[in-house]
Protein backbone atom coordinates (compact mmCIF):
# COMPACT_ATOMS: atom_id res chain seq x y z
CA UNK A 1 0.00 0.00 0.00
CA UNK A 2 1.40 3.19 -0.85
CA UNK A 3 1.96 5.90 1.63
CA UNK A 4 -0.46 8.48 2.02
CA UNK A 5 2.44 11.52 1.09
CA UNK A 6 4.04 9.85 -1.85
CA UNK A 7 4.01 11.30 -4.80
CA UNK A 8 2.94 8.92 -7.58
CA UNK A 9 5.37 8.67 -10.55
CA UNK A 10 4.48 9.26 -13.80
CA UNK A 11 4.21 6.19 -15.91
CA UNK A 12 7.05 6.24 -18.55
CA UNK A 13 6.07 6.42 -22.03
CA UNK A 14 6.77 3.41 -24.49
CA UNK A 15 8.97 4.45 -27.36
CA UNK A 16 6.05 4.82 -29.65
CA UNK A 17 4.49 7.54 -27.51
CA UNK A 18 7.09 9.18 -27.63
CA UNK A 19 6.28 12.57 -29.73
CA UNK A 20 8.98 14.22 -31.99
CA UNK A 21 8.87 15.89 -34.77
CA UNK A 22 9.55 13.10 -36.88
CA UNK A 23 6.21 11.89 -35.78
CA UNK A 24 4.29 14.63 -36.16
CA UNK A 25 2.02 14.76 -39.38
CA UNK A 26 3.97 15.91 -42.40
CA UNK A 27 1.87 19.48 -42.25
CA UNK A 28 3.17 20.32 -39.27
CA UNK A 29 6.75 19.20 -39.96
CA UNK A 30 6.59 21.52 -43.10
CA UNK A 31 5.67 24.31 -41.05
CA UNK A 32 7.97 23.70 -38.43
CA UNK A 33 10.97 23.53 -41.25
CA UNK A 34 10.31 26.30 -43.05
CA UNK A 35 10.86 29.05 -39.88
CA UNK A 36 14.92 27.24 -40.04
CA UNK A 37 16.85 29.74 -41.12
CA UNK A 38 19.17 28.65 -44.74
CA UNK A 39 21.91 27.55 -43.18
CA UNK A 40 19.72 25.06 -40.58
CA UNK A 41 17.84 23.60 -43.62
CA UNK A 42 21.01 22.95 -44.94
CA UNK A 43 21.91 20.50 -42.10
CA UNK A 44 18.28 19.16 -41.79
CA UNK A 45 18.48 18.02 -45.15
CA UNK A 46 21.93 16.64 -44.56
CA UNK A 47 20.40 14.86 -41.17
CA UNK A 48 17.57 12.34 -42.24
CA UNK A 49 16.05 10.60 -45.20
CA UNK A 50 12.80 12.48 -44.33
CA UNK A 51 13.76 15.64 -44.07
CA UNK A 52 15.75 15.61 -47.11
CA UNK A 53 12.65 14.13 -48.85
CA UNK A 54 10.51 16.84 -47.29
CA UNK A 55 12.70 20.01 -47.95
CA UNK A 56 12.65 19.25 -51.44
CA UNK A 57 9.21 19.75 -51.42
CA UNK A 58 8.00 22.79 -53.43
CA UNK A 59 7.21 25.51 -50.46
CA UNK A 60 11.20 24.84 -49.90
CA UNK A 61 12.57 25.71 -53.36
CA UNK A 62 12.19 28.96 -54.16
CA UNK A 63 13.51 30.01 -50.40
CA UNK A 64 17.06 28.95 -51.72
CA UNK A 65 17.36 31.59 -53.57
CA UNK A 66 17.79 35.41 -52.79
CA UNK A 67 14.22 37.16 -53.08
CA UNK A 68 15.30 40.83 -53.23
CA UNK A 69 18.79 42.05 -54.24
CA UNK A 70 20.38 43.74 -51.34
CA UNK A 71 20.92 47.34 -50.65
CA UNK A 72 24.59 47.36 -52.22
CA UNK A 73 23.79 45.33 -55.48
CA UNK A 74 26.34 42.99 -55.34
CA UNK A 75 23.65 40.10 -54.68
CA UNK A 76 21.13 39.91 -57.41
CA UNK A 77 17.29 38.74 -57.02
CA UNK A 78 17.38 34.87 -57.81
CA UNK A 79 20.95 33.70 -57.57
CA UNK A 80 21.12 30.43 -55.02
CA UNK A 81 21.70 31.54 -51.38
CA UNK A 82 24.75 28.80 -51.70
CA UNK A 83 26.64 31.39 -52.50
CA UNK A 84 26.15 33.52 -49.88
CA UNK A 85 24.92 30.40 -46.74
CA UNK A 86 24.21 33.12 -44.41
CA UNK A 87 23.50 36.93 -44.38
CA UNK A 88 24.23 37.98 -41.23
CA UNK A 89 27.80 36.62 -41.13
CA UNK A 90 30.46 36.41 -43.14
CA UNK A 91 30.43 33.14 -45.29
CA UNK A 92 31.59 30.57 -47.81
CA UNK A 93 30.41 28.04 -50.08
CA UNK A 94 33.84 26.24 -51.17
CA UNK A 95 35.03 22.93 -52.34
CA UNK A 96 38.40 20.92 -51.03
CA UNK A 97 40.43 19.47 -54.56
CA UNK A 98 43.43 17.62 -54.89
CA UNK A 99 46.09 19.09 -56.95
CA UNK A 100 44.66 17.03 -60.01
CA UNK A 101 41.24 18.48 -59.38
CA UNK A 102 39.61 15.78 -57.87
CA UNK A 103 36.50 16.86 -54.91
CA UNK A 104 37.55 15.68 -52.15
CA UNK A 105 34.48 17.25 -50.20
CA UNK A 106 31.56 20.17 -50.16
CA UNK A 107 31.74 22.83 -47.54
CA UNK A 108 29.52 25.69 -45.67
CA UNK A 109 31.95 28.36 -43.87
CA UNK A 110 30.80 30.31 -41.51
CA UNK A 111 33.03 32.89 -39.54
CA UNK A 112 31.44 35.18 -36.59
CA UNK A 113 32.43 38.81 -36.28
CA UNK A 114 33.45 38.11 -32.46
CA UNK A 115 37.69 37.07 -33.20
CA UNK A 116 37.21 34.26 -29.70
CA UNK A 117 34.71 32.41 -31.43
CA UNK A 118 35.64 29.79 -33.67
CA UNK A 119 34.56 29.16 -36.96
CA UNK A 120 31.91 26.81 -38.22
CA UNK A 121 32.51 24.26 -41.36
CA UNK A 122 29.80 22.19 -42.34
CA UNK A 123 30.93 19.06 -44.56
CA UNK A 124 27.76 19.67 -47.01
CA UNK A 125 28.88 16.84 -49.66
CA UNK A 126 25.69 14.98 -49.72
CA UNK A 127 23.39 18.04 -49.21
CA UNK A 128 20.87 17.98 -52.53
CA UNK A 129 20.99 22.09 -52.69
CA UNK A 130 24.46 21.21 -55.01
CA UNK A 131 21.94 20.35 -57.56
CA UNK A 132 20.00 22.89 -57.70
CA UNK A 133 20.27 25.19 -60.66
CA UNK A 134 22.51 28.39 -60.04
CA UNK A 135 19.91 30.67 -61.16
CA UNK A 136 16.21 30.70 -59.51
CA UNK A 137 13.77 29.24 -62.82
CA UNK A 138 10.72 31.39 -61.51
CA UNK A 139 13.24 34.75 -61.89
CA UNK A 140 14.87 34.13 -65.24
CA UNK A 141 12.53 36.91 -66.66
CA UNK A 142 13.58 39.09 -64.35
CA UNK A 143 15.14 42.16 -66.06
CA UNK A 144 17.83 42.71 -63.42
CA UNK A 145 19.09 39.31 -62.77
CA UNK A 146 18.68 39.45 -67.06
CA UNK A 147 21.10 41.91 -67.10
CA UNK A 148 23.29 40.17 -64.48
CA UNK A 149 23.61 37.07 -66.68
CA UNK A 150 24.02 39.03 -69.36
CA UNK A 151 27.53 40.20 -67.92
CA UNK A 152 28.60 37.14 -65.60
CA UNK A 153 31.89 36.45 -65.26
CA UNK A 154 33.94 34.20 -63.08
CA UNK A 155 37.10 35.48 -61.48
CA UNK A 156 39.72 34.29 -60.36
CA UNK A 157 41.93 35.49 -57.18
CA UNK A 158 45.41 32.74 -56.33
CA UNK A 159 46.18 32.60 -52.72
CA UNK A 160 49.09 31.23 -51.78
CA UNK A 161 48.68 30.98 -47.40
CA UNK A 162 51.47 28.76 -45.87
CA UNK A 163 53.36 28.04 -49.18
CA UNK A 164 56.40 30.18 -48.01
CA UNK A 165 59.47 30.00 -50.67
CA UNK A 166 57.96 27.32 -52.34
CA UNK A 167 55.77 29.96 -53.72
CA UNK A 168 58.76 31.73 -55.23
CA UNK A 169 58.84 32.50 -58.36
CA UNK A 170 55.28 30.83 -59.30
CA UNK A 171 52.61 33.39 -60.38
CA UNK A 172 50.26 32.33 -57.38
CA UNK A 173 50.20 35.56 -55.81
CA UNK A 174 46.66 37.41 -55.47
CA UNK A 175 46.60 37.59 -59.21
CA UNK A 176 42.59 37.80 -60.60
CA UNK A 177 42.28 35.83 -63.70
CA UNK A 178 39.26 36.12 -66.34
CA UNK A 179 37.63 32.74 -66.91
CA UNK A 180 36.73 33.91 -70.37
CA UNK A 181 38.31 31.94 -73.07
CA UNK A 182 37.90 28.62 -70.83
CA UNK A 183 34.48 26.81 -71.74
CA UNK A 184 33.67 26.81 -67.86
CA UNK A 185 29.81 26.30 -68.79
CA UNK A 186 30.65 22.73 -70.61
CA UNK A 187 28.57 24.22 -73.61
CA UNK A 188 25.58 24.76 -71.49
CA UNK A 189 23.45 27.84 -71.39
CA UNK A 190 23.78 30.05 -67.59
CA UNK A 191 20.68 28.87 -67.44
CA UNK A 192 20.77 25.80 -67.16
CA UNK A 193 23.65 25.40 -65.46
CA UNK A 194 23.66 24.28 -61.73
CA UNK A 195 25.28 25.08 -58.57
CA UNK A 196 27.95 21.58 -58.93
CA UNK A 197 28.29 21.81 -62.37
CA UNK A 198 29.44 25.62 -62.02
CA UNK A 199 32.16 24.22 -59.30
CA UNK A 200 32.98 21.66 -62.14
CA UNK A 201 33.41 23.76 -64.79
CA UNK A 202 35.78 26.51 -63.00
CA UNK A 203 37.97 23.39 -61.58
CA UNK A 204 38.43 22.32 -65.64
CA UNK A 205 39.28 25.57 -66.31
CA UNK A 206 42.16 25.91 -63.50
CA UNK A 207 43.42 22.51 -63.10
CA UNK A 208 46.02 22.65 -65.66
CA UNK A 209 46.89 25.96 -64.16
CA UNK A 210 47.02 24.65 -60.73
CA UNK A 211 49.41 21.16 -61.79
CA UNK A 212 51.74 23.30 -62.82
CA UNK A 213 52.23 26.15 -60.61
CA UNK A 214 51.10 24.45 -57.14
CA UNK A 215 54.06 22.35 -55.77
CA UNK A 216 53.33 17.98 -55.46
CA UNK A 217 51.39 17.19 -53.03
CA UNK A 218 49.48 20.35 -51.81
CA UNK A 219 45.27 20.65 -51.64
CA UNK A 220 44.17 23.48 -52.88
CA UNK A 221 40.78 24.64 -51.82
CA UNK A 222 38.18 26.68 -53.61
CA UNK A 223 36.03 29.71 -52.22
CA UNK A 224 32.82 31.14 -54.34
CA UNK A 225 32.16 34.26 -53.45
CA UNK A 226 28.84 36.66 -55.06
CA UNK A 227 30.58 39.38 -56.87
CA UNK A 228 28.81 42.72 -58.24
CA UNK A 229 30.17 40.84 -61.80
CA UNK A 230 29.43 37.34 -61.18
CA UNK A 231 31.76 34.90 -59.16
CA UNK A 232 34.77 35.49 -57.23
CA UNK A 233 36.39 32.29 -56.62
CA UNK A 234 39.54 32.47 -54.17
CA UNK A 235 42.13 29.41 -54.49
CA UNK A 236 43.84 29.04 -51.16
CA UNK A 237 46.61 26.94 -51.87
CA UNK A 238 47.78 24.94 -48.31
CA UNK A 239 50.17 22.08 -46.96
CA UNK A 240 49.33 18.74 -48.14
Not at 90 to 111: A, D, V, W
Not at 112 to 119: G, L, R
Not at 189 to 218: A, F, Y
Amino acid sequence: MQAPNQEEQEPELEEHQRTTISTLPLELQIEILSYLPFTSQISASILTTQWHHLLSQKPFLNSRYFSTPNPSKSIPRGIHRLLKPDETHPSFFGCSITRHGNIRRYFMLIRDPEPQVPIFTQNISTCQYLSDPLFSPVCLEDMELKEYMRTFKVHVEFNSVGLGDEAKGKKLGGEFTDLEGINWLRGKKLEDVKVKEMVWGVIDGLVKRVEEDVPQGRRYRLMFVIASFGVRVVVIVGKS
